[in-house]
């Protein structure tokens, strides 16, 4: 009779041993145990699991793989083995059998647990006593998280230590995102290269946009290098530059440059109460409860903060607040301008025209619909409302009652 040494490697009740598995496993050997508590290794493990490379369900999974141990276990060089079977993590996680070898081996191969196969595959414990220690065990050996424990608490360190440099940088990112718009402003004034200024603010836009929520310094690092150059850039023009008068509107935080038609005046500053010589500007400034005048373009509809931040999500990531003021809330859509396409003229024109938070409306409701495909030219769209306001034919709360359509009802836009 003739015998075959070939076998199956996969055979059934034959655990599949990989490399990392046993590579894993020899570095974890090498360490000694840390002493540490049960409550100790419970409590390193929950604290910032993404700080140890696991996912949620892996974390969930080593935990409750703890909690079937006893504190003893974790004491001096006992053996600290949990013997759970595969049956009862299916039930407690509500998952297939096949699921639990995928987590249990992924665990394994990045040495949290070795396992240990009884010559019959069973997993069993004997103790000394009935609360003493384990004198023979076959199960999941979990005292690499013994062995690995001041390593957890380095990389949970170093994780909350990226993470506030993260938040820092998110931070800085914004203050930049705004003095970048301001200098951008005051070059436009002061230097004849605005179409530089132009790019370098549009540049600036969408390196802001790019911040993310995710405090990622891979992301972060450069991102906020570039923008600090971009500001030195700036910085550099306008020392440099002999003031040149490049704004016939003016600026909407000054005086306005009056036109010698009278007909233009009145359209210009008359106010909402329908009295001459009251800027639009001034009945604009600090009205978060006032009513909005019957000459303005919003028409009684009340496009408060809250409603302008689901109308365009995108304002979120360029408030540093959550719960916005109407004045936070305009600087937001003044950097938002850049990646729309409208020029720094454009928007200081509507804000002279139809005020600066009227303006800001406008231009959310342009964002809105350019994200539906709707929008050839953001400027030019921005332009002919400008247009429209002065000849008194803009009715934005038509659109706007549209556009709030869209959104959930049972909301409040306030």
Not at 146 to 170: C, I, P, T, W
Not at 188 to 216: C, F, W, Y
Not at 247 to 275: E, F, L, Q, W, Y
Not at 357 to 380: L, M, N, P, Q, T
């Amino acid at each position: 009779m003739t015998y075959s040494l070939s076998h199956d490697p996969h055979q059934a009740g034959v655990r599949r041993i990989t490399p990392a598995m046993i590579l894993a496993e020899m570095q974890c050997e090498a360490l000694p145990r840390s002493g540490a508590t049960k409550a100790q290794i419970l409590s390193a493990l929950h604290t910032e699991p993404r700080a140890l490379g696991l996912q949620p369900r892996q974390s969930d999974l080593l935990g409750f793989l703890i909690s079937r141990t006893k504190p003893v276990d974790w004491e001096d060089d006992n053996l600290t083995i949990c013997s759970v079977r595969n049956r009862d993590i299916c039930e407690r996680f509500g998952i297939e059998r096949s699921t639990v070898k995928r987590w249990l081996r992924g665990l394994s191969e990045l040495g949290w647990i070795i396992m240990r196969d009884s010559p019959n595959q069973q997993r069993w414990l004997r103790r000394d006593g009935r609360n003493g220690a384990i004198l023979e065990g076959y199960g999941f050996d979990l005292s690499p998280l013994s062995r690995r424990y001041d390593e957890m608490l380095q990389r949970v360190e170093a994780f909350r230590e990226r993470e506030r440099e993260g938040k820092r940088l998110h931070k800085r990112a914004m203050v930049l995102g705004r003095r970048i718009t301001a200098l951008c402003a005051t070059a436009l004034e002061t230097t004849a290269d605005k179409p530089t200024v132009m790019s370098i603010q549009q540049n600036g836009h969408q390196l802001l946009a790019l911040r993310g929520t995710d405090h990622d310094l891979d992301i972060l690092s450069p991102l906020v290098e570039q923008m600090e150059g971009l500001v030195e850039r700036l910085e550099a023009m306008i020392a440099g530059a002999d003031p040149v008068e490049m704004d016939p509107m003016g600026r909407t935080d000054g005086p306005h440059n009056t036109d010698t038609n009278p007909n233009t005046i009145t359209k210009v500053t008359v106010s909402g109460a329908g009295c001459a010589g009251v800027g639009i500007e001034e009945r604009v400034v600090g009205s978060d409860s006032a009513s909005r005048s019957k000459a303005s373009p919003l028409r009684g509809f009340k496009a408060g903060p809250n409603f302008l931040l689901q109308l365009v999500p995108d304002l979120r990531d360029l408030c540093t607040s959550s719960r916005p003021h109407e004045a936070e809330l305009i600087e937001a859509v003044e950097m938002l301008t850049g990646s729309l396409g409208i020029s720094s003229h454009a928007w200081r024109q509507a804000c002279s025209v139809m005020g600066r938070y009227e303006a800001a409306v406008a231009v959310c409701v342009i964002s809105a619909k350019a994200r539906k495909g709707k929008v050839r030219s953001a400027g030019g769209l921005l332009r002919a409302m400008i247009e429209r306001h002065l000849d008194g034919t803009l009715a934005l709360d038509r659109t706007l009652y549209g556009l709030a359509s869209d959104l959930s009802t049972d909301r409040t836009y306030h």
